[in-house]
Antibody, heavy 117, light 107 residues
């Protein structure tokens, strides 16, 4: 059974870079069977798809974030990562890593990242 | 971006009731529509993919229907454990987008 776990700082200062890592257990990213995605949810609000990646390096990002986001993979560690630059308070959210490209399952438990000085 | 509009935004129903949530896309999305359940403080959970296909392990009281731009999610007999917020999601066009959610409460 595949499980995902997000990790990273819970507090980031405005204008800095948000960096999160998702560790996948129970399955291999490099098997090529799935795409892997990041989704976020501001407190009390709805869901926003950030982007996806494939183990080969294929990525696609939400145009609303495209200039600030990078999703990368480390197959040796069975991890994929999210970097979001120049953050503002509007980037405060629970960030989820998920398996999937068209539908998302399973999800990590999520990690709250607060942007504040 | 394709806008997904759910109705209602919140809903109060009694145990045993039949509950229906609608999701309307701003354009034709064929059958590229999924539904998720999010319980308080938890990550969303996939219930239905491609309009009407139940994810493994999902109770049969959940169902989905529709095509084009109008879709329906139904709980045939509401159970206390179904209290959650429900989201639709399209994947016809990038970027993938979600509805704003429907919060379901017990009356």
């Amino acid at each position: 059974q595949v499980q995902l776990q997000e990790s990273g700082p819970g507090l980031v200062k405005p204008s800095q870079t948000l960096s999160l890592t998702c560790t996948v257990s129970g399955g291999s990213i490099s098997s090529g069977d799935y795409y892997w995605s990041w989704i976020r949810q501001p407190p009390g609000k709805g869901l926003e798809w950030i982007g996806y990646m494939y183990y080969s390096g294929i990525t696609y990002y939400n145009p609303s974030l495209k200039s600030r986001v990078i999703i990368s993979v480390d197959t040796s560690k069975n991890q994929f990562s999210l970097r979001l630059t120049s953050v503002t308070a509007a980037d405060t959210a629970v960030y989820y890593c998920v398996r999937g490209r068209f539908w998302f399952d399973p999800w990590g438990q999520g990690t709250l990242v607060t942007v504040s000085s | 971006d394709i806008q997904m509009t759910q109705s209602p935004s919140s809903l109060s129903a009694s145990v045993g009731d039949r509950v229906t949530i609608t999701c309307q896309a701003s354009q034709d999305i064929s059958n590229y529509l999924n539904w998720y359940q999010q319980k308080p403080g938890k990550a969303p959970n996939l219930l239905i993919y491609d309009v009407s296909n139940l994810e493994r392990g999902v109770p049969s009281r959940f169902s989905g229907s529709g095509s084009g731009s109008d879709f329906t999610f139904t709980i045939s007999s509401l159970q206390p454990e179904d209290i959650a917020t429900y989201y639709c999601q399209q994947y016809d066009n990038l970027p993938y987008t979600f509805g704003q959610g429907t919060k379901l409460e017990i009356k």
